[in-house]
């Protein structure tokens, strides 16, 4: 039973592993460039359900501050400073992340059970899984800072009840995607150019042809006869 | 600028260098004739006013620090200014030889090459010395393939192999030391370390050493390149690099016996292969090795008349061996050929440099009156003084080989007797050779008749009387009756020249077998390569033809183009990476 | 001492230059046979008179040097001709032989 | 930080060509894009020698983007942050010192191999590779490194299919370097996505904190990602296969660029993730370390003996590249401060020897239309300087005294007999000589063609390379000689930036 759960608990990474495997696949055997191409999309694809799938809890929101919040005058100053993004990103989430049971790579929160009531569960290995860090953090912060502050220790408090979604992975991979965006487009550009200077977008009649550029002899002399001669 | 180059500067040779470059740029055979020799003056002055100090108290010049690390540009006692002024003399010599016959790029690497060798015995430390070493080796790469041929040049690239490895020993043993006592001095070492053991820093450096000093089997490289060179080239190869590596030896490893050992081999080794070699350049090659073993047997000796004897032998050896590739190289530049089988009888047109090989001849075999005779009697001496029986009979054998390569094959068969076609030649050698090789004469006579005169500039003060009636009578009881044997031999047809073709030696090990194996090694590596990869393509090619019956005929198996195999390549190493990573602990 | 059985080259006669000439050979041969003689002598009045001063007892023996010269010319002698025969190849063994001719490199030289 | 008047110095590097970049693209084709690239290169330059200053005199800079730094009582900042400190400073002066020769270099020889109308494209894709260059090397988050890797890469393909116009390898070779960069890249971010989900942080500083103690699956699965991404890049050996042709047919101009800088900035990449961000307590590291070794040796020799059988000079010297990586992985892997100082050194030699000798090449491919051996018959003759710079920058190479090279393989050889690896010292530095001579075999053979071939009888007299190549190129040629004079500025300070490295991976000493 372990095992299954093991293997359930982690699917995301069985989906992301299996997609990897299967571009980085067609890159490897198919000899069409275009075909070459979609290969990398596939494999950058996979990158980008794995980034999202860690980011992701179920019924997690999205980072924005719910409940009473009040003080408007220092909303700005509270919100880049600390309350939120440095209490997630460096306490919330590094204990989070890691399992406090010992197993080396975390099972997905989109299988744990996440309580109703969103108060978070002791054991679920989630993200935001410590609202009394979050609490003291924040309260720590304030205290002998600012009066001010108060009223962002007691937003952080409220906040830490409801179940954020992190934000940042998702953010990482919109860069990552404008970044396939590019590859794929100068990728394909790329293939038009070839196919105007060689005639072929087939990997190994290229080939045959930069050998014979190179060497002057024909890379493989009865297949260049049985095809017409590419070189 | 940092005072390296300060430091640098100083040293004559550096100078030298410099006017190297200065030379390459002029236009003009004459000119830069001209220049080479003022260049060389100008340089010796320069040492010359820095005077000479005793072995246990020299000066140093030109300090400087490189990474951390002392450096000492100059130092000048009687072992190195006696070594510095014999390669101003050898390179004034070089300079009117080449004067109407030096290409742009021999006269101007031919003053590179010397000066490399003069701050490399200037050098008071051992990355001072290794500078001057590489560049040594790199300029004189340019002497070797100055001779023109297809053959030089490959001649070139294993000669600059050689070279090279033998500054990169230097190097590895340099950095060791340094690593192991942060001192970069170079004074005696030993092989052997307090403990016993091996030193290992001082075996490389003593390998680097070796390498250029000609020892046996790794000698190969000399008869090799120089029969390559030009005519002039030949002259100015013969005589730095051997013997700097004989400086070298003589300041770090005297007294080192291993090296009277290797010192007797070479001296009696080399006198076969110079007598059974037919090209005469490559006689006076093996027998330039066979003399190279009179001083590392000198340096083995170690006793101050031992090391005297092998500094006098290399300055002496230096101007007869000189003098003798200059008139084989003027027998090159009228007849053409330096083959024995083509020549003989060329005394009628060439009366004047058979003249010089006989003086040669006489020098090299040791007959009183000539610097030969004082300078080997010293060897002779210690190794008889201090009882080295065996380096004591290499010597005399070695003589005796003297008398067959350079009296018999070198001076008899090649000027004397019929004429033959090759040796119809216009007239005498170019008027600057001769002058030349005149002066190269004369200096063989004066040290001969007035021996103190060099004895005032070796290392140390050693009253050494060379004309006894024993020294003289047993050396020509020897070289007499040596002669008389060859002649009866000639007189009853026992001897005959060498036959006419390469003489093979060690370098065949790599030239012959080991480039079969090399190219069998690529040819093997590159179809177990192709196999591999073609085997890994079709087998998964086939595991997933047997999954998926959709898989074509046009797939893996018909494709061999790279962005399949690098991101194959690519995935492999991750996945080795990943399983190291979870098995390594 | 320059008789030649084994000159390769075409001989020719009536070239004879000086060295050639039947009187200098025989001066010639005289003159080293007399030397040879004179030296071995001197060599054992020598050992007599207390001039040499050997260092081995091997080389105590009167004529010790006239003897090794003959005798390691002998050894040379035999021994160079077998390593020739031995290890001597044809010129084109390593090289094809047009590597040794020289293209003209509009220097002018030899 | 507590210079004043300086407070936006790191940052400049990466704005000052960034902003550039579009602008040159509104430019008239011809000279105008070509003056302004060269004067961005030059202004960058300056900027980044200011910070190499400052960081020796103040010791490391940190600059947050945007003002989004660390919060008072917190150790990680919010947002981006630049680190600087003297490993980084010291190759972002190597890059923008480059460009601001080789910029200049270019004009001649791009005007001839690239269409005149694509110059304002073709130098702002320059321009973006310098700047991406620059800011993977400066930025002090893992994954804005990944961000400016592609910013460069992306940039590096384009300008290598531009060199199409002389010869259509170019386009497969760029596609062939496209497919594995990204390759390399992605699983790049894979590791720093296994990184992040093990930490939470993605500042470099911080992660190496996080990371202290931990080692579990993710975090090694996350190092082999990283390694062998950064790898790929790098042309680390069997992962190498892309370069060759790329730095062949591209044109002469980004050859020279891409040589001396692109791997040099993977080169830093993989010495800051060893040691800053894994260090020694990360117990994977000492197998990556001996992995190395293995590879090092392995490039020096196989790359090497390719260099010797080559007919083209380009792919000749882009093999050699490839060697000389393994130097510097060789330097990386003995794991102590020599050595990571002397892999350092050889970085910034090795820039100078390559930029020097493709930017000769690029002078002969100029006038001679060709890199092929063939074409350096006789070059001594018809192009003395080129020649002579040549001859002189191969010597560098081989490790002759005088120049550079020499003090690299000094200290890479001091570094290995200071080391305990599992294989014995003396036989790594024996090794190190070994493919020394094989790079004097195949540099020889390159000076004996040009030196002493004779030319080719029925070849058209040709003229020197103009003046600005030939000055820009002996720049470079006598930076060669000055610093080996001059070991201040590479030994002193790669020694000390080593010691930083290390020191943040609290390796320095004997934890190897």
Redesign the interface.
């Known amino acids: 039973m372990d095992i299954i759960e093991f293997i359930v608990g982690r699917y995301n990474y069985w989906i992301f592993i299996t997609l990897m495997m299967i571009g980085l696949y067609i890159v490897i055997s198919r000899g069409n460039l275009i075909k070459t191409i979609v290969g990398l999309n596939l494999f950058q694809t996979s990158v980008f359900i794995f980034y999202i799938s860690i980011g992701k809890i179920v019924g997690g929101t999205a980072p924005i501050l719910v409940g009473s919040y009040k003080a408007d005058d220092s909303y700005g100053e509270g919100y880049g400073d600390e309350s939120h993004g440095a209490g997630e990103q460096t306490s919330g989430a590094r204990e989070g992340l890691h399992d406090a049971d010992g197993l080396d790579i975390p099972s997905n929160s989109l299988s744990a059970e996440v309580p109703a009531g969103g108060a978070p569960s002791a054991v679920s290995g989630s993200l935001h899984q410590m609202p009394d860090t979050a609490r003291e953090t924040a309260a720590g912060m304030a205290s002998g800072v600012n009066a001010t502050y108060d009223s962002v220790a007691d937003a952080a408090a409220q906040g830490a009840e409801v179940i954020y979604t992190n934000p940042l992975p998702h953010v990482l991979i919109l860069t990552a995607i404008v970044v396939g965006v590019a590859t794929t487009a100068l990728g394909l550009a790329l293939a038009v150019r070839i196919r105007e200077a060689y005639g072929t977008i087939e990997e190994d009649e290229l080939e045959a042809e930069d050998h014979f550029a190179e060497f002057g002899v024909p890379l493989h002399p009865e297949q260049g006869q049985a095809r017409g001669g590419a070189a | 600028?940092?005072d390296?180059?300060a430091g640098l500067i100083q040293n004559p040779g550096m100078l030298l260098i410099v006017a190297g470059v200065i030379v390459a740029l002029l236009p003009g055979r004459q000119l830069r004739a001209i220049a080479a020799l003022a260049a060389i003056i100008g340089c010796y002055a320069l040492l010359a006013s820095y005077g000479t100090a005793p072995m246990d108290a020299p000066v140093l010049m030109g300090e400087s620090t490189?990474?951390g690390l002392d450096l000492v540009s100059i130092r000048i006692d009687r072992l190195s200014v006696v070594f510095a002024t014999l390669f101003f003399i050898a390179a004034g010599l070089n300079a009117i030889y080449g004067w109407l016959?030096a290409?742009r790029?021999e006269a101007s690497m031919g003053l590179i090459y010397a000066g490399a060798a003069i701050g490399g015995v200037l050098a008071g430390d051992l990355?001072t010395l290794?500078?001057f070493w590489?560049?040594a080796a790199?300029s004189s790469?340019?002497i070797v393939?100055?001779?023109?041929?297809?053959?030089a040049?490959?001649a070139?690239?294993r000669y600059?192999?050689i070279q090279?490895?033998s500054g990169?020993?230097l190097?590895?043993g340099v950095?060791?030391t340094?690593?192991?006592t942060g001192e970069t001095a170079f004074t005696a070492m030993s092989l052997t370390a307090e403990d016993g053991s091996l030193n290992?820093a001082a075996l490389l450096i003593f390998i680097g050493f070796g390498v250029k000093a000609g020892f046996p089997l790794l000698h190969f490289w000399l008869p090799d390149a120089y029969p390559r060179a030009?005519?002039v080239g030949a002259v100015m190869l013969s005589a730095f690099t051997t013997k700097m590596a004989i400086y070298a030896l003589a300041r770090g490893f005297p007294g080192e016996d291993i090296l009277m050992l290797i010192g007797a081999v070479m001296a009696v080794a080399f006198?076969?292969?110079?007598?059974?070699?037919?090209d005469l350049r490559r006689v006076l090659a093996y027998s330039l090795n066979s003399q190279l073993g009179f001083m590392v047997c000198g340096i083995g000796i170690g006793s101050e008349l031992a090391i005297n004897g092998a500094v006098a032998h290399a300055f002496a050896s230096v101007i007869y061996k000189g003098m003798l590739f200059m008139a084989m190289g003027a027998v090159?530049?009228r007849a053409?050929t330096l083959r024995a089988?083509?020549l003989?009888?060329l005394?009628?047109a060439m009366p004047l440099t058979a003249l010089v090989a006989f003086i040669g001849a006489l020098t090299i075999t040791g007959v009183p009156l000539f610097a030969g005779f004082v300078t080997k009697s010293m060897t002779i001496s210690a190794?008889?003084?201090y009882?080295h029986?065996l380096v004591?009979l290499a010597l005399?054998?070695a003589t005796?080989?003297a008398?067959?390569n350079i009296g018999v094959r070198i001076f008899?068969?090649t000027f004397?007797?019929?004429?033959?076609?090759?040796?119809k030649v216009s007239g005498d050698a170019p008027l600057p050779m001769l002058i030349a090789m005149a002066l190269a004469a004369a200096i063989c006579l004066v040290v001969g008749i007035q021996p103190t005169l060099l004895w005032s500039m070796l290392p140390f003060d050693y009253d050494y009387a060379a004309y006894?009636?024993?020294h003289l009578?047993?050396?020509?009881?020897?070289?007499?009756?040596?002669?008389?044997?060859?002649?009866l031999?000639?007189?009853f047809?026992?001897?005959?020249?060498?036959?006419?073709?390469?003489?093979?030696?060690v370098d065949w090990l790599y030239?012959?077998p080991g480039r079969i194996a090399l190219a069998g090694v690529v040819r093997g590596t590159a179809a177990a390569w192709h196999r591999l990869w073609w085997g890994i393509q079709a087998g998964?090619?086939r595991l997933?033809k047997g999954l998926y019956d959709t898989h074509g005929p046009?797939?893996?198996l018909?494709?061999?183009?790279?962005?399949?195999?690098?991101?194959?390549?690519?995935?492999?190493?991750?996945g080795l990476?990943?399983i190291?990573?979870?098995v390594?602990? | 001492m320059s008789d030649n059985h084994h000159t390769p080259a075409s001989e020719e006669t009536g070239d004879t230059g000086f060295f050639e000439k039947p009187g200098m050979r025989k001066i010639l041969w005289v003159a080293l046979l007399a030397s040879c003689a004179i030296f071995a002598a001197l060599g054992i009045y020598g050992m007599v008179a207390g001039w040499m001063h050997p260092y081995f007892t091997l080389d105590g023996l009167p004529v010790f040097y006239a003897l090794a010269g003959a005798i390691v010319a002998a050894v040379l002698g035999a021994g160079g001709r077998l390593l020739s025969e031995a290890l001597t190849k044809p010129s084109d063994y390593y090289d094809s032989p047009a590597d040794e001719t020289r293209p003209d490199d509009g220097e002018g030289r030899p | 930080m507590a210079i004043p008047g300086l407070e936006q110095l790191p940052v400049l590097p990466v704005v000052i060509p960034l902003v550039a970049a579009p602008l040159t693209l509104l430019m008239k084709p011809g000279r105008a894009p070509w003056a302004w690239a060269t004067l961005v290169s030059w202004v960058t330059f300056v900027v980044t020698l200011l910070l190499l200053e400052a960081v020796w005199v103040h010791g490391p800079v940190e600059y947050a983007m945007g003002g989004w730094g660390a919060p008072e009582g917190m150790s990680a900042p919010i947002g981006i942050t630049y680190y600087v400190d003297l490993a980084n400073a010291l190759v972002l002066t190597l890059v923008a010192g480059i460009a601001s020769v080789v910029f200049p270099y270019a004009y001649y020889s791009v005007e001839s191999e690239i269409d005149h109308r694509q110059t304002p494209a073709f130098y702002t894709a320059l321009l973006i590779c310098f700047t991406g260059l620059l800011g993977v090397t400066i930025t002090g988050d893992a994954f804005n490194v990944f961000v400016f890797l592609e910013i460069s890469s992306l940039s590096t393909y384009a300008l290598i299919a531009m060199g199409a116009r002389n010869d259509r390898r170019a386009l497969t070779a760029s596609f062939n370097y496209l497919v594995m960069g990204t390759i390399g890249a992605t699983f790049y971010v894979i590791g720093i996505g296994l990184l992040y989900q093990a930490t939470g942080t993605l500042n470099m500083l911080d992660l190496h904190q996080q990371l202290m103690g931990q080692s579990n699956r993710m975090v090694e699965a996350g190092f082999a990602f990283i390694i062998t991404g950064i790898g790929l890049k790098l042309a680390m050996v069997p992962l190498h296969l892309w370069l060759p042709n790329a730095y062949c047919y591209a044109p002469s101009a980004i050859s020279a660029f891409l040589a001396a800088t692109a791997t040099k900035v993977q080169v830093y990449i993989i010495l800051r993730f060893m040691f800053s961000v894994f260090g020694f307590e990360f117990a994977f590291l000492e197998v990556a370390l001996n992995a190395f070794i293995v590879l090092g040796i392995v490039g020096m020799f196989y790359a090497s003996f390719v260099a010797v059988f080559r007919d083209n000079v380009k792919q000749m010297l882009a093999y050699s590249s490839i060697a000389q990586i393994g130097y510097m992985l060789l330097g990386i892997s003995f794991g102590t401060v020599d050595g990571v100082a002397a892999s350092l050194i050889h970085v910034f030699n090795h820039a100078l020897i390559k930029a020097a000798l493709f930017m000769g090449v690029g002078c002969v491919v100029l006038r001679l239309g060709s890199s092929n051996f063939a074409a350096f018959n006789g070059l001594a003759k018809r192009m003395p300087w080129t020649a002579w710079g040549l001859i002189i920058s191969g010597l560098s190479l081989v490790g002759v005294p005088l120049t550079v090279g020499f003090i690299s393989k000094w200290k890479l050889m001091e570094a290995a007999f200071q080391t305990q690896t599992f294989i014995p010292p003396l036989l790594i530095v024996l090794l190190i000589g070994a493919s020394s001579l094989l790079a004097a075999i195949y540099i020889g053979r390159l000076a004996y063609a040009m030196l002493l071939q004779p030319v080719p009888e029925d070849a058209e007299p040709v003229k020197e390379a103009p003046h600005l190549m030939r000055i820009t190129m002996w720049i470079m040629v006598l930076a060669n000689i000055w610093f080996f004079f001059q070991t201040d500025v590479t030994v002193g300070v790669a020694t000390r930036a080593a010691q930083a490295l290390l020191d943040t991976g609290l390796g320095y000493g004997g934890a190897y």
């Open positions: 600028m940092s390296l180059l490189l990474f016959h290409s790029m990355l290794f500078i590489e560049l790199l790469v340019f393939w100055g001779g023109g041929t297809h053959a040049f490959k070139g690239m600059l192999v090279v490895g990169m020993a190097m590895a950095a060791l340094v690593a192991a290992i030009s005519a006198i076969f292969f110079g007598a059974a070699a037919s090159l530049t053409g089988a083509h003989s009888g005394y009628r190794a008889g003084y009882e029986m004591w005399i054998a005796v080989g008398v067959n008899h068969d004397m007797g019929a004429r033959s076609d090759a040796a006894t009636m024993d009578i047993t050396q020509m009881q020897l070289i007499l009756f040596a002669v008389l044997l060859f002649a031999a000639r007189r047809g026992l001897a005959a020249r060498p036959r006419d073709g390469v003489l093979l030696d030239r012959v998964v090619a997933v046009e797939g893996a018909a494709r061999s183009w790279p962005v399949g195999f690098m991101a194959l390549f690519t995935a492999v190493v991750l990476m990943l190291v990573t979870f390594a602990y």
